[in-house]
């Protein structure tokens, strides 16, 4: 009787119909009342919602009660406190009237703030007002805050213009991200950073809109610390690059399309994790994970799979593939929404083919197709194709589209490029919009 509840308990464990199931053990959870309030301001331009007046004052005195030590089994992470404040500061700075602070979010910050400045840490005040201008009185630690130690300071440098609504060249990201990953418990060290610094920063680049550029270091900057890829000997090679965080609502059906076109000889390569928020929905790695597959295989394993002619097939986990941006999956829960990497990551290229490589990406907030095909480029495959899907998966629908489904572009759209044999590849960026 005990064995059969622990092969039931096990079943349960591994049924990717329970998602959560797969979360990392040991991450501490977020704030939900704070974590709500995020979801709300911790976005665009014209998608943010102000809050009212009693969600405001309730959202600060849990920040208050928090930060004085009174939430012992809920508090309000450092990680939570940074991308709140950013949110804020943001849309104080440069967002447009509709989506700046609403009169009950004025109210409540000038009712709380003068109590909260006695009790939050200088991150936090100098990401809540940097240039002292908009809290009022007591507004001096930000314009004086610099940072602790090297790569503190430069991650402060370059917050001010993220805070402001400007935005950074690639090389900038590429020094930030390499200052300060891997990162916390799941990394190789201490943190070099605060987390509430780094925590403002992946929000506010996203809240900002993030340039090509950006993405572009985003995209590459752990190329040069992996070292070269290694190259499978295979006469063609296609990339998937699924969204990160999984499907909570629609058919996944990537993994099974590339175990056929594996079978009649095109090699395909998946990557991902087995959980990862805001959605913590179903993925690949849990899909495997439950058919008993090896979902922790090295690149070179990879490389080994892919080229053998019964296989022809393989997925890499982000832990092995690259351990700095696997670090940082409990702060990505503790901002709420999706920060830069969700984009960048679906274009990596763990391994590389000798004859010709495709890649295929998921999208669909309007805005992303056309970054995500020159980051492809820059990858130098020979084709790519974006795919406007249920979730931002690859997944076409047969479902007739509903009138209030999804504004601008409908879902099933596809765009892509096809690169002459002779192109040279170091053109610069840019796509060639006819389809694939």
Request: glycine letters at 10%; a negative charge; aromatic letters at 8%.
């Amino acid at each position: 009787e005990e064995a059969g509840t622990a092969v039931l308990e096990e079943a349960v464990r591994r049924n990717p119909a329970l998602s959560e199931s797969y979360r990392p053990a040991g991450l501490p959870r977020p704030n939900g009342t704070v974590l709500e309030a995020q979801g709300r301001v911790c976005t665009g331009p014209e998608q943010t919602r102000p809050l009212g007046e009693e969600q405001a004052m309730r959202v600060l005195d849990t920040i208050l009660r928090s930060a004085t030590g009174e939430l012992k089994d809920e508090p309000v992470s450092s990680a939570q406190l940074g991308a709140f404040f950013a949110g804020m500061t943001i849309r104080a700075n440069c967002f447009p009237e509709a989506t700046q602070w609403s009169e009950g979010e004025r109210r409540a910050m000038s009712l709380f703030w003068p109590r909260l400045v006695h009790v939050l840490p200088p991150e936090v005040k100098f990401i809540a007002d940097p240039e002292g201008t908009i809290m009022g009185a007591n507004g001096l630690t930000g314009p004086r805050y610099i940072g602790q130690g090297t790569a503190e300071m430069r991650l402060v440098g370059a917050l001010r213009e993220v805070l402001a609504g400007g935005h950074l060249g690639y090389e900038e990201i590429q020094c930030v991200l390499k200052d300060v990953l891997p990162f916390g418990s799941m990394g190789a060290s201490s943190p070099s950073v605060s987390e509430a610094l780094l925590a403002a920063f992946l929000i506010g680049q996203r809240m900002n809109r993030e340039t090509d550029r950006e993405l572009k270091g985003y995209c590459l900057a752990f190329d040069d610390e992996l070292g070269p890829p290694p190259i499978a000997d295979v006469n063609s090679l296609t990339h998937y690059g699924e969204p990160y965080d999984g499907n909570t609502r629609f058919f996944r059906s990537t993994l099974f399309v590339a175990a056929v076109r594996a079978c009649y000889g095109e090699a395909c390569l998946l990557h991902g994790v087995e959980w990862m928020p805001p959605k913590g929905g179903i993925t690949e790695g849990q899909m495997l994970k439950f058919m008993g597959a090896n979902t922790h295989l090295s690149p070179t394993q990879a490389k080994t799979l892919l080229e053998d002619k019964d296989t022809g097939f393989a997925y890499l986990n982000l832990q092995e593939a690259c351990p700095p941006l696997y670090s940082i999956i409990g702060l990505r829960e503790h901002i709420k929404k999706r920060p830069p990497l969700a984009t960048s990551e679906k274009v990596q290229q763990f391994v590389r083919a000798r004859g010709r490589e495709s890649m295929v990406a998921g999208f669909y907030h309007v805005g992303y197709e056309d970054p995500l095909l020159m980051l492809m480029r820059r990858r130098t495959v020979h084709a790519g194709l974006v795919v406007k899907g249920e979730e931002g998966a690859l997944s076409l629908t047969t479902k007739e589209r509903s009138a209030h489904a999804s504004k601008g572009i409908p879902v099933n759209h596809c765009s892509g490029f096809r690169t002459p044999s002779s192109a040279n590849f170091s053109e610069t960026d840019g796509t060639n919009m006819k389809p694939s």
